[in-house]
């Protein structure tokens, strides 16, 4: 569903990532994980198609990122680690105009909100400002968004930031539900949650891909904290094939 080959992105002298390579099967959760600044953001914003690469080649679904954006943006939702939220707007109204920038029919839309404000429970925010909104629910806002047009694919790059302990079990719980009929991709800090919801993990370093195993290989004889620790230190090979 998700093929990364060989990615590579720089800024002038300056390079985030370099010969990224990962894929991630039909309704498979992969847990996306380094360090801050290893260049897991840059990786997410290039596969959705919001930035474009110096080299290397994405395939979302069968259709390239760059050559095919368009039916790329229409399999993917993503939910950066600040959500694109209009502070001025109320959600039922916002969610509206992102169904619209998605290219959704006018009939649809109605329905469209409806699915996603009772599954991101916004029920009782639907008709506050986004700007008087607490940061757990604009993350709730923001995964409403991602999932108006019912996408193949999720990019998530934080998603339990800003939520409590409850919050957190609620969207994980979320998350792991959608991913029979999804291919997701959660980037997080939190090593637990990788244990809660993921099959598969891939851990970057200083822009380069250092584990990409699936998590029952991982942390088969050592926890995963311990496997993280000897990635990041350069102690793991880097992955020749992908698991």
Same mark, same amino acid.
């Given at each position: 569903m998700i093929e990364v080959d060989r990615l590579s992105k720089r800024y002038g002298e300056r390079t985030a990532i370099e010969g990224v390579s990962f894929s991630a099967a039909p309704g498979q959760i992969l847990g996306f994980?380094?360090?801050? +600044?290893?260049?897991?953001? &840059?990786?997410?914003?290039?596969?959705? +198609?919001?930035?474009?690469? &110096?080299?290397?080649?994405v395939r979302v679904a069968g259709f390239d990122v760059f050559t095919e954006s368009v039916e790329v943006r229409r399999r993917v939702g993503y939910?950066?680690?600040n959500p694109p939220l209009y502070d001025d707007m109320t959600v039922v109204p916002y969610l509206r105009f992102t169904a619209k920038l998605r290219g959704m029919s006018r009939a649809a839309i109605p329905a469209a909100i409806e699915r996603v404000v009772n599954a991101c429970a916004l029920d009782k925010v639907a008709d506050r400002l986004l700007g008087h909104l607490s940061k757990g629910y604009r993350q709730r806002v923001g995964l409403a968004q991602a999932l108006i047009h019912e996408p193949e694919v999720l990019i998530l790059d934080e998603p339990t930031n800003g939520l409590d302990p409850g919050q957190i079990e609620e969207m994980l719980h979320f998350i792991k539900g959608l991913a029979p009929n999804r291919t997701i991709v959660l980037s997080t800090h939190i090593l637990g949650q990788v244990l809660d919801v993921c099959e598969k993990v891939v851990i970057i370093s200083d822009g380069h891909v250092v584990v990409e195993d699936l998590l029952v290989n991982l942390t088969r004889g050592q926890r995963l904290d311990d496997a993280y620790k000897r990635a990041i230190a350069g102690e793991t090979p880097r992955p020749s094939v992908p698991a």
């Open positions: 994980l380094g360090p801050n +600044g290893a260049g897991k953001t &840059t990786t997410m914003r290039i596969i959705t +198609g919001y930035l474009p690469a &110096t080299s290397g080649t939910l950066p680690e």
